[in-house]
């Protein structure tokens, strides 16, 4: 994530110090499957014949209706929901602020219980970002990253821990929350619609969270966003990659970056571990990766590093083969960083090279720059600008 300054607009929801966070008392169900469910409910005394059905019904009215209470929950008996709040909660992650950009890009800080410390908090950001035809989530699945990307800002926090998957799905939960989005419109339309694992944090390397909170997420019993409308991005866990296709079967994401071991080792150091070479033949191997679903491919435009004519020839030539598509990324700069942004000439001529070479070439527009929840690890929707809009959007970044 972006580092955070203070935005123009910001609505703080209700921003208490870090110190005196107070964790929840009691368990949230949010984020457990069916069969967990049938064994909190055991704990709770609900006999074996009648778990299945009460399970449905928890189901139906935890992430299909959005409950926020028990009381809201009718179709359960009274005893039972008054059992079950006596041992639990539906919370989701607690939304300390609420920013909202002039394009309608909302940004949530939420705060967490430390995994250890159970003292202290925790805080990831979630964003959410509307388009036209879409809304899409970006969803965070780890405190801080342990990976070190030298372009990354969230890679130079020290503090790092695994979401679990509730607070990976209360992060959906917060969003539909927060626009009213439990029901359809009138026109049959939802708010949230596309979910991307672009957030804080390596998804792959938190792989049981991620895989159970997205089965979630995706289950249309409940908050039901297709597979196909969530992408997970990775850094390059080469041994999770396929695991991801099997066990959890949603789009996929490469923050690829360079072209060269030598200069990807520098930028993503997780390539010494699974270099170049290991990392295109897991996107080979990935299963149901078609030209229908075709892996994205991630390129962050770093200034005299990685931009050249030669990067993009060589790009086309790797990815020879493989169901693809190219996001050109520009750098997002934070203080401290010795990278610079591509110019845009230099983005425009990269991005026309890899079009005519047949591949989808869009470079991610900018969305909530007043906000800081702007490109970078924020994916928002993208599209082939046309030289009328790159020229205005040129002017748009002299002017920034
Ligand atoms: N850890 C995962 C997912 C989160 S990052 C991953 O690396 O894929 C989402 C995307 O934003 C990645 O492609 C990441 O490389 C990119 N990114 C990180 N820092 C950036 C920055 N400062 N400017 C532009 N893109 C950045
Ligand atoms: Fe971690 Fe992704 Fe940032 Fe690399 S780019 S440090 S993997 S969040």
């Known amino acids: 994530m972006q580092p955070t300054a203070e935005p123009h607009n910001a609505t703080l929801v209700e921003k208490t110090p870090l110190e005196t966070y107070v964790p929840p008392a009691k368990p949230s169900l949010i984020g457990l499957s069916r069969g967990e469910l ?3 409910l055991g704990e709770i005394g609900v006999a074996p014949a009648q778990r299945k059905m009460r399970v449905q019904q928890l189901w139906h009215w935890l992430y299909f209706r959005g409950a926020q209470s028990f009381d809201e929950m009718t179709s359960i ?37 430390s995994g250890d410390n159970v003292e202290k908090a925790h805080e990831v950001e979630c964003v959410y970002i509307p388009d036209t035809d879409r809304g899409t989530l970006c969803v965070s699945s780890q405190v801080g990253c342990t990976l070190n990307c030298s372009f990354c800002h969230t890679g130079t926090q020290r503090l790092v821990r695994n979401l679990t998957a509730g607070e990976i799905v209360g992060q959906i939960m917060v969003a539909r929350d927060r626009l009213n989005d439990w029901a359809d419109r009138e026109d049959g339309t939802r708010r949230v619609t596309n979910i991307v694992m672009m957030g804080m944090g390596e998804p792959l390397y938190n792989f049981d969270a991620v895989r159970d909170a997205l089965l979630i997420v995706g289950d249309n019993e409940g908050i039901g966003i297709s597979r196909r409308r969530i992408t997970l991005s990775t850094s390059g866990v080469v041994p999770n990659i396929v695991r991801a296709g099997e066990e959890i079967g949603v789009m996929l994401a490469i923050s690829l970056h360079a072209v060269r071991d030598e200069l990807r080792n520098e930028l993503v150091p997780l390539n010494r571990k699974y270099p170049i070479k290991e990392l295109l033949q897991a996107c080979r ?90 490109c970078g690890q924020l994916k928002s929707e993208t599209e082939k600008l046309s030289a009328r809009e790159r020229q205005a959007l040129r002017a748009m970044a002299m002017t920034d």
């Open 77 to 113: 008996s009274k005893g039972i929901r008054a059992d079950l709040a006596q041992h639990f909660t539906v919370n989701r992650p607690e939304v300390v602020a609420e920013q909202i950009s002039n394009d309608g890009t909302r940004k949530w800080l939420l705060r967490l219980p």
């Open 285 to 374: 191997d990935y299963p149901g990766a078609s030209n229908a679903r075709r892996i994205t491919f991630e390129y962050v435009m770093l200034k005299g590093v990685n931009d050249s004519l030669d990067d993009a020839k060589l790009l086309v030539k790797m990815l020879k083969g493989i169901p693809a598509k190219i996001n050109l990324i520009p750098f997002n700069p934070w203080p401290g960083t010795a990278y610079e942004c591509s110019d845009w000439d230099q983005i425009e001529k990269f991005s026309e090279y890899i079009f005519n070479a047949g591949y989808s070439s869009p470079v991610r527009t900018p969305r909530g720059r007043d906000i800081l929840a702007a």
């Open 38 to 40: 049938a064994d909190r």
